[in-house]
């Protein structure tokens, strides 16, 4: 029998709003609104579910690494540097907040956006490898 983990099948995100923001994600990401109460609204992106629980202001999923510098704990996956940089123009004319495409010395080029909260997201330009269950 194995008993390894497989995959990721829920992430939760801090939100002020939860109407607010699950309608941000439909708007600007394309997520489906699968439950929604005055605490939390739970949405499907890019193949898992995001539960945006109702948090205090100054909370959010970032994080500082060792120099100071503010991190994400989620990066999202496009297929190639044309899908990224096509993402990248699509978010930032529907106004998201997005920071500018690099080069992070590794395969394939990254940005970075934020969500209304100030949640940093990531996304990637290689996809990886498919693990099959």
């Known amino acids: 029998m194995n008993h390894s983990l497989i995959r990721v099948g829920t992430i939760y995100l801090p939100v002020q709003e939860v109407d607010e ?16 109460d005055n605490q939390k609204a739970i949405i499907g992106l890019a193949g898992i579910i995001i539960f945006l629980v109702k948090s205090s ?33 699509e978010l930032k004319n529907k106004g998201v907040s997005v920071g500018e495409i690099e080069d992070r010395g590794h395969p394939g080029l990254n940005f970075v956006f934020e969500d209304l909260q ?16």
């Open 118 to 133: 100030g949640n940093r997201l990531d996304v990637w330009s290689e996809l990886s490898p498919a693990y099959g269950v």
């Open 21 to 36: 923001s699950a309608i941000w994600y439909q708007e600007k990401l394309g997520a489906g609104i699968n439950y929604k």
């Open 57 to 89: 202001p100054e909370q959010t999923s970032n994080f500082l690494d060792v120099v100071g510098s503010s991190r994400f704990a989620i990066t999202f996956e496009v297929n190639g540097v044309g899908a990224l940089r096509a993402l990248h123009k």
